[in-house]
């Protein structure tokens, strides 16, 4: 069967850059959100927790109950809480959902700072405060959402500008109704890496932890190191002759006499099908030929297990979107090993 192994030495060197970048461990908070982007869960969660990494950064409840023994901390950005918890916080996304909040949950409210996808607006500040009072919840903390952190424009300046006077807003209100002090956060992990002297409470960390971080060549950090390597096994080989065409639709011809075997990764695992559009090869220059079927592909191969990539960031260029989604479409079914 095809399998998945983590580098665990290249994790751990992740975050040790990261770690720098926010001047403590205990500022990273590890967004482990769709399986960890399709790294496993809990597998992440276990090595985060063996490094000292202390928060983390789910989308629903249940992900959260599953890594509750591995954190101290977690915030969930989309889900409405059935049951309280001394570790995990919720997101409140937008004015109207505020009343579904049960009494007493711990809660971040997120702020439009001009992504204009989730939070509430600057001017309806003041109202969600009050409305956070009168359903009688705990407001720990204010954050927000970079849009274009990852590229070469202004929009970083502005947002980050705009957070600003949120936090500034946020202060004074949290005064007048008599909340506690407030945490604040806005770092992905583009915009951690643009920060030249990082001062928040923490940053939320995905990508450049799993060390797939694409940015522009002015941008670029040195030294993140992709932990996820795929795997797949043969399931079968033949001779085929010149000519001789594979797979569906015959796509796959063959110009020379040679070997070609399937191997037990396909469209179904996550395997998409656009690389073989786009002339996927392997990391050792395999090659891969015809149409991915739904549970295996075939490659100009007789070994018995093939290593299918290495680094997300290479074969989305292949499949012409970019790493995340490439991660985060392995199917949670394939085994994953820590080594």
Same mark, same amino acid.
């Given at each position: @069967?095809?399998?998945?192994?983590?580098?665990?030495n290249?994790?751990?060197?992740?975050?040790?850059?990261?770690?720098? /970048?926010?001047k403590?461990?205990?500022?990273?908070?590890? =967004?482990?959100?769709?399986? +960890?982007?399709?790294?496993?869960?809990?597998?992440?969660?276990?090595?985060?927790?063996?490094?000292?990494?202390?928060?983390?950064?789910?989308?629903?409840?249940?992900?959260?109950?599953?890594?509750?023994?591995?954190?101290?901390?977690?915030l969930? *950005?989309?889900?409405?809480?059935?049951?309280?918890?001394?570790k995990?916080?919720?997101?409140?996304?937008?004015?109207?959902?505020?009343?579904?909040?049960?009494?007493?949950?711990? =809660?971040?409210?997120? =702020?439009?700072?001009? @992504?204009?996808?989730?939070?509430?607006?600057?001017?309806? @500040?003041?109202?969600?405060? !009050?409305?956070i009072?009168?359903?009688?919840?705990?407001?720990?903390?204010?954050?927000?959402?970079?849009?274009?952190?990852?590229? #070469?424009?202004?929009?970083? &300046?502005?947002? /980050?500008?705009n &957070?600003?006077?949120?936090?500034?807003?946020?202060?004074?209100?949290?005064?007048?109704?008599?909340?506690?002090? %407030?945490?604040?956060?806005?770092?992905?992990?583009?915009? *951690?890496?643009?920060?030249?002297?990082?001062?928040?409470?923490?940053?939320?960390?995905?990508?450049?932890a799993?060390?797939? @971080?694409? %940015?522009?060549?002015?941008?670029?950090?040195?030294?993140?190191?992709?932990?996820l390597?795929?795997?797949?096994?043969k399931?079968?080989?033949?001779?085929?002759?010149?000519?001789?065409?594979?797979?569906?639709?015959?796509?796959? $011809?063959?110009?020379?006499?040679?070997?070609?075997?399937?191997y037990? &990764?396909?469209?179904g695992?996550?395997?998409?099908r656009?690389?073989?559009?786009?002339?996927?090869?392997?990391?050792?220059?395999i090659? #891969?030929?015809?149409?991915?079927?739904m549970?295996?592909?075939?490659?100009?191969?007789?070994?018995?297990? !093939?290593?299918?990539f290495?680094?997300?960031?290479?074969?989305?260029?292949? +499949?012409?979107?970019?790493?995340? $989604? =490439?991660l985060?479409?392995?199917?949670?079914?394939?085994?994953r $090993?820590? /080594?």
């Amino acid at each position: @069967m095809a399998y998945i192994i983590l580098n665990k030495n290249n994790f751990f060197n992740n975050l040790d850059i990261i770690a720098n /970048r926010t001047k403590s461990v205990d500022k990273v908070a590890l =967004v482990l959100k769709d399986n +960890a982007y399709g790294h496993g869960l809990l597998e992440i969660s276990s090595m985060a927790k063996e490094y000292g990494i202390k928060k983390a950064v789910v989308r629903t409840s249940k992900e959260a109950r599953s890594i509750e023994a591995f954190f101290d901390y977690i915030l969930v *950005l989309a889900d409405i809480p059935t049951l309280s918890s001394d570790k995990i916080r919720y997101t409140i996304n937008d004015l109207r959902s505020i009343d579904k909040f049960p009494k007493g949950t711990k =809660v971040e409210l997120k =702020v439009d700072s001009g @992504m204009h996808r989730n939070g509430i607006t600057i001017s309806e @500040m003041k109202d969600a405060f !009050l409305k956070i009072k009168e359903a009688g919840l705990v407001l720990e903390a204010v954050f927000t959402h970079h849009r274009s952190a990852d590229e #070469l424009t202004s929009e970083w &300046f502005w947002q /980050r500008e705009n &957070f600003k006077t949120a936090k500034e807003r946020s202060k004074v209100l949290a005064s007048e109704f008599g909340f506690g002090e %407030l945490r604040f956060h806005s770092c992905n992990s583009a915009a *951690l890496f643009r920060e030249s002297n990082f001062d928040e409470d923490m940053a939320r960390v995905g990508i450049a932890a799993y060390g797939c @971080m694409d %940015l522009p060549q002015a941008l670029a950090t040195e030294g993140l190191k992709p932990v996820l390597s795929l795997y797949a096994t043969k399931n079968s080989s033949r001779v085929l002759n010149t000519y001789q065409r594979v797979g569906y639709g015959g796509d796959g $011809e063959i110009l020379a006499d040679c070997i070609v075997s399937n191997y037990d &990764f396909g469209y179904g695992d996550g395997f998409l099908r656009v690389c073989a559009t786009n002339g996927y090869e392997t990391p050792h220059g395999i090659k #891969l030929v015809g149409r991915i079927s739904m549970d295996n592909s075939t490659f100009m191969s007789d070994k018995d297990e !093939l290593l299918i990539f290495d680094d997300a960031s290479v074969i989305a260029k292949y +499949a012409k979107t970019i790493s995340y $989604e =490439v991660l985060t479409s392995l199917k949670s079914e394939i085994s994953r $090993e820590i /080594r």
